[in-house]
């Protein structure tokens, strides 16, 4: 585990020092929260006189905001670990590595790690710096506002989750596609669906226990499975040739 750290540690220098990769990714998630905090604001004062129609909708559209902005936060170690995994591929970077007293599974997990541990470090710092800001505006509005303790649960699991699903999917992509711009083409397919399944049916996940939990432990169920197959596919040798 020892020599994955090192490489999640290398791999995360690499990442910062890249700056057309870690500027986008730094401005996108936290200026999302900004955006959304607009449209609170917008909400609390069109209820404003009218406490019960304010009350449905903030119920309704804050969870929902912070497990979106979750999602597109989480959504960049997909990007990540495509420049990690078939990026090195591509620039034939990872002949080095054979070198390297080092497993391919201790180099896969190494991988993943980076991948996933910056984009939720930093989804997480925007879900802070959202409800920060709305909770000042609740507070100016004098409007009372509580998320159950389920809902906090299953945005904090999501994130990561989310994160090392798309982690672990592009070191599949890495095995068969041959530059960047293609495993972006297809990491496009896995990316969209998600968006657009959590944006039509997030509001019903969000306030029922029973489907919350049903999406945590599915979405845990396919981490394994593709974590399993990513592990199985993620040979160095097979990758350069």
Known sequence: MRNAIIICRKELLEVIRDKKLIIPFLLIPLSIPILFSFIIRSTIR???????F??????NIYPMFLMMLGIVAAAFSLGIAVESFVGEKERKTFEPLLATPLSDIELFIGKCLAATVLPVIVAYIAEILFIGITTFQFAQAGAQFTMQFGQILFIIILMPSLALFMCSFASIISAWASSVKSASQLAAFLIIPIIFFFQFYGASIIRSHNIMTLVAIGIIAIDVLTLYIGSRIFQREKLIS
Do not use: N, T, Y
């Not at 069109?46 to 019960?52: F, I, S």
């Open 46 to 52: 069109a209820g404003v006189k009218e406490p019960k």
């Open 54 to 59: 304010q009350q449905v909708i903030i119920m």
